[in-house]
């Protein structure tokens, strides 16, 4: 791997860790030439998976495009970078199952997606909802979040 200070071809790893459970690997490198250290992280990458949006059309899966819409409805939220990360990872985990003949469709991903954050964080799911559902006036708001609230008992 080619070192992002001298640009050297010969690099060296000198620690590898296992991280985000088990589902990548963290590599600390050292170039053999100007000494600089910098890591690595390895993920398992979903290969030509295609994503058929609700027109009809698709397009390559994007991962970014997946983690940057969680960022969106989780902003100013207590949820970590590494949290969402993890989350992603999950989400392709199941859309790696999913998919029928390497294609999956935006709105299986985007169930996916909402199933996730309503475990972590309602604020969040209520902003995904809005946007992934379409939500075009208050009583939309209001219909979901009476599912998200438990019912009080009455004694």
């Known amino acids: 791997?080619?070192?992002?200070?001298?640009?050297?071809?010969?690099?060296?790893?000198?620690?590898?860790?296992?991280?985000?459970?088990?589902?990548?690997?963290?590599?600390?490198?050292?170039?053999?030439?100007?000494?600089?250290r910098f890591s690595t992280i390895e993920e398992i990458e979903l290969l030509s998976l295609s994503v058929r949006k609700v027109?009809?059309?698709?397009?390559?899966?994007?991962?970014?495009?997946?983690?940057?819409?969680?960022k969106l409805a989780l902003g100013k939220?207590?949820?970590?970078?590494?949290?969402i990360r993890r989350l992603a990872h999950a989400i392709e985990q199941e859309i790696q199952t999913l998919a029928h003949n390497d294609t999956i469709e935006t709105k299986e991903i985007?169930?996916?997606?909402?199933k996730h954050l309503r475990k972590i964080d309602k604020v969040?799911?209520?902003r995904y909802a809005s946007?992934?559902?379409?939500?075009?006036?208050?009583?939309?708001?209001?219909?979901?979040?009476?599912?998200l609230t438990p019912k009080k008992?009455?004694?």
Do not use: W
């Open 110 to 114: 985007g169930a996916l997606v909402m």
């Open 1 to 36: 791997m080619q070192c992002p200070a001298c640009h050297a071809e010969d690099t060296r790893v000198i620690d590898t860790r296992v991280i985000a459970e088990g589902s990548a690997i963290r590599r600390r490198r050292e170039c053999s030439k100007c000494s600089f």
């Open 55 to 70: 027109t009809g059309a698709e397009e390559p899966y994007d991962r970014d495009k997946l983690v940057n819409s969680m």
């Open 153 to 155: 008992r009455k004694k």
């Open 131 to 147: 946007v992934y559902k379409s939500f075009d006036d208050v009583s939309a708001f209001e219909d979901e979040l009476e599912h």
């Open 124 to 126: 969040g799911y209520i």
């Open 77 to 83: 939220r207590p949820v970590t970078s590494e949290r």
